[in-house]
């Protein structure tokens, strides 16, 4: 079996995108492959520095499947938006996923790139 039930990455920033840019527009996104037979269901928890943390956020993905979320989009199991600014992402699944995590940011041209994980 690939992957890990914990994962934690540490630099979320959601970038703003102003209108005036066009697409693509600046996101974040956090890719995750469940290769197992059952489905992955993961207990998100957002910490931020000058907030409480949000803790009862959760994502489903399919067997052997991966799926996408767009962090700038609603994809919780609930009304949620992750505010612009600084924050660090944990992930608890049921079952061992792959998660990498990605940022499209505009402020300055285009840069799109990758943010290490910590797993375990």
Known sequence: MIGKK??????GDLPPHPENLGE?????????????SKEAIIKVTLLFEDKE?????????????VHCFRLDQK??????TIPNGQYALMLESN??????????????????????????
Do not use: C, I, T
């Open 24 to 36: 693509p527009k600046a996101h974040e996104a956090l890719m995750v492959v469940n290769n197992s």
């Open 95 to 120: 079952v061992p996923v792959v998660a990498v995590f990605g940022r499209l940011d505009r402020r300055k041209d285009v840069a799109y790139y990758a943010v290490a994980p910590y797993s375990e």
């Open 6 to 11: 914990l994962w934690v990455f540490a630099d």
């Open 53 to 65: 943390p949000k803790d009862d956020l959760q994502l489903r993905v399919a067997p052997k499947r």
């Open 75 to 80: 994809v919780w199991d609930q009304d949620y």
